[in-house]
């Protein structure tokens, strides 16, 4: 069982060590554009049209998600891409996938419990929420999801003040 | 004995005194018996024979005390002493440093004052120094007493330096030994003061050039923390970088230092790896080949270590800066002629390891390698030479490997990095340029980029080709008739890439100065064929499709006036394109007007700077305007549609621009021609100096009549406002008499207020004197007359509106009665609320009139000195006002508020803030936004004043994110979010509170308001949370 304390912290970035970054399970990974900022459009600034909750919305709440391990945003690592939101506003639903670097990537869990706590943070409480990893890109694929849809778990994770400190590090705007 | 008694003061008083000091252990009598020294009482020898019995006492205590006197006498009496008494004195004390160890504080004290001495004869500085060398073990003093060491030491380098040096390497010695094992950090400010002087200044280090370092970079690198509320006031900073100063100051040291800078980059601690990088960065100002030569791959591995892996970009920037020094320092030196050149093998070492990463577009490597080799090249035009000869055929090798637009773009980007830096070196020799080459590849390249189907890559492309264009005789001139080809079409692309068109149009700018005749052959007939052919459509009626390709040659054509030659033939072409809409009368609505204006208004800012096009401008472009729109004011009878058209708010407001804009950069010379012209226009009905000048009827814009006519006093303003001061104005007092009349007129409010506005400008550019009294009473009288009637009453306000603006600005003394005037409208029924956003326009730039630009006088604390005299009355009538009509004081104190820099507002904020809390209950949504955009900044720069009230900040902002104005939903929320820059223990009472009201603005119907609920709700959520 994969549990929640599986990253360990992620610390060792930029912590010396030898040269090429040995403590880094991926020292040289690709990096993706980033999107710009969203276009205020006209219908936006008027005051009477409703805008409603759409996919780059969602995904412009977890793209700056800062990757645990690397000093980059999941959006750069490709972790997460707006064609794997799925949204409906007037059902209330909302399904994300991500996909971790690589197969064994030990951080998969905590990506998804910062992804989950961002939009549990963000989104109306009416939304009901699924995160899970994008089918066959990980080895724990399954394990690793059912922790994610389990609310007592993810509940529990987050009274535990060493994840909750990783998480809130995450979250944290980019100084 | 005798000689007290000679001398004829009691012996008895001296005696008494020091008994009080030493016995009786009381202060005050050591600056008595100073005083008596100092006006001759008695002599410092009468002090040392009255101390007689003290200084021999067997209590060491005793004999301290009795030093003591004599050292704090000496303190504030060194200056008379007498080379005879110097002498005795110092053998005195040398004699004493070998007492008990109670009494050195005491010695060096008056070492300290005998150091300071100029009657000191030379040898005796030396023997101080060897005695306290010699007897005094310094660091197991107290910290007081090694500073007052230092001081000594200090006091002879500024005064005895060649004495000192006699002594050779022993003086460093003896002061390497004294400072061994320093530990307070004001001390160490001075003993590294000290050994930088001994460095600087060529005192012998002998043999303890490695004692000398060990002694002082055993602090390195500086961690030090200030203890809270030191009163001392030393920084950390303060210490690194005098140590940096040290350790950076001879190539002597770096066998010793290099090596442990290499070790300390690899610290585990962010600042321990910068400042071992700035302290690289600073030894390579002095040192050479010969220093670095054997630490060279120890400090490359180093850097490259740092700037591939760190996640902090200081510590990339820094590494970067030390390889841009390292680079420098190894092209700086001299060689002799059979010397490995070592410039070339370290570049050969950064290219091994850089050089594959930049084939891996995608990767995270590439852009640290470009970096760095980036950092090296721009070193020297030698570095330069070697990397870009080196990296540039592997870029241009890896673009067209690369098929993917986003990882060409990369490589593009690259490659742009090291184009930039050829422009740092001037080459004599055009085939030495290291890109002279390469040149068709090149080329071909970025043609191939802007030809590309991705935005992002053409963006890059444009930026290439614009850095291609900006090295000095590099294209030929069929590269730049293609260059302009694929400018043009970018400048035409559709919408969806606008970013493009922006840029392109930034490029044609900067490359029309650079090759004017190319853009004069190759763009401007195509554009002017375009816009021709967009007319014609336009009168055949089928315009519509073609409008937006109209709007784009225009642009374009401004875009490329940024060379005298070419605004000499796009100017006409503006000019004739507005005739010949106006012959055609083919124009169906203001929007193509006002583009072109729009587009004369931007050649004439390129044109500001350049006096000669300046000129030409003018001289070309006002008389046609004028004539234009007289011609349409004259068209009454048989109405035109363009006739109309010109004579719209917004057009005449687009043409007030460019006239502004035309004129303000005049000559006085130049000018003074031109407005005597205008004025004759205006007040005399003289046409003569108009184009195409047949019109049906005169032109009498201030006569009873037209109501046309009168619009172009607006013109009128725009020119006359913008005039330097020194101008002088024909029939000024006539002129102003009928601006003053029109300005009352409340048959046409556009024409009345720009006469006001004319008025006002003029005013505020009149040299102060009667004259100047006259005009302001006029208007005072004016706007009593129209205010004390119904019809007028609105016209009059403009009036006292802009003439109150006209005087505060340049701080006239009928300013005040003025402004009190406006006040007392507040609570006028029917002006109030106009009078409450006039103080929005009397705290606000202008764009048209009294303007910096158009040389109004402008004090530049206009809006202090506003707040300072006229707050305390707006918050006395607030209070005194009657209920209906307080929002209009909370309206107009919220205008000067939020205009008033930040740094003004916050000491009176205290009195304030209790009125703009209240302002935040008022209903009216303008005061409410303004009030919270005024709060916002407070929030950040004044947290501990806002903490006070926080309960009431976090009910009102709370409610007001449910008001039904967006904005004000987004700025309460804003406020939300600022909110948590208070103290965190303030705010953890209302977390839960907060974060569950929060919860309703993340379902707002409108998004850019859930995005400021996100980002306010996530930083509470943060608040005293682990790892925020």
Known sequence: MVGFGGGGGGGGVGGGGGVGGGLLENANPLIYERSGERPVTAGEEDEQVPDSIDAR??????????????????????????VRVQVSDPDSTVAVAFTPTIPHCSMATLIGLSIKVKLLRSLPQRFKMDVHITPGTHASEHAVNKQLADKERVAAALENTHLLEVVNQCLSARS | MAATLEAGVPAGALWGLVQDFVVGQQE???????????????????????????????????????????????????????????????????????????????????LRALSQCVALPPGLAVSVLKAIFQEVHVQSLLQVDRHTVYSIITNFMQTREEELKGLGADFTFGFIQVMDGEKDPRNLLVAFRIVHDLISREYSLGPFVEELFEVTSCYFPIDFTPPPNDPHGIQREDLILSLRVVLASTPQFAEFLLPLLIEKVDSEILSAKLDSLQT?????AVYGQKELKDFLPGLWASIRREVFQTASEQVEAEGLAALHSL????????????AEDLLDSFLSNILQDCRHHLCEPDMKLVWPSAKLLQAAAGASARACGHITGDVLPLLLEQFHKHSQSNQRRTILEMTLGFLKLQQKWHYEDKDERPLSGFKDQLCSLVFLALTDSSAQLQLVGIRALTALGAQPDFLASDDLEQAVGHLYRLSFLEEDSQSCGVAALEASGVLATLHPAAFSNHLVPKLAEELHRGLSALAGGDGSPQRPQNLRCLQVLSAVSTHPSIVKETLPLLLEHLWRMNKGNVVSGSSDIIAVCQSLQRVAEKCQQDPESCWFFHQTAIPCLFALAVQASMSEKEPSILGEVLLEDEVLAAMVSVIGTATTHLSPELAAQSVARIVSLFLDGNTSFLPENSFPSRFQPFQEGSSSQRRLVALLMAFVCSLPQNVEIPQLDKLMRELLELSCCHRCPFSATAAAKCFAGLLNKHPAGQQLDEFVQLAVDAVEAGLGSGPTRHQAFTLLLWVTKALVLRYHPRNSSLTARLMGLLSDPELGPAAADGFSLLMSDCTDVLTRAAHAEVRIMFRQRFFTDNVPALVQGFHAAPQHVKPNYLKGLSHVLHRLPKPVLLPELPTLLSLLLEALSCSDSVVQLSTLSCLQPLLLDAPQVMSLHVDTLVTKFLNLSSSSSMGVRIAALQCMHALTRLPAPVLLPYKPHVIRALAKPLDDKKRLVRKEAVSARGEWFLLGSPGS
């Open chain 2, 28 to 110: 005050g009598p050591a600056d008595q018996v100073a005083a008596d020294v100092k006006s001759g009482s008695y002599t410092v020898l009468q002090v040392v024979e009255a101390l007689g019995s003290s200084l021999e006492n067997p209590e060491p205590r005793t004999r301290a005390r009795g030093i003591q006197l004599l050292s704090q006498v000496l303190l504030q009496c060194h200056s008379v002493l007498l080379e005879k008494e110097v002498v005795h004195l110092i053998l005195f004390y040398e004699n004493r440093l070998k007492d008990h160890h109670l009494v050195t504080p005491s010695v060096l004290q008056g």
């Open chain 2, 280 to 284: 690289l960065n600073a030894c390579c």
């Open chain 2, 327 to 338: 680079t420098a320092c190894l092209s700086r030196s001299v060689l002799r002629a059979d």
């Open chain 1, 57 to 82: 919305e969602i995904f412009d709440l977890i793209r700056s998600i800062n990757d645990p391990e690397h000093p980059l945003t999941l959006e750069e690592l490709n972790v997460v891409e707006q």
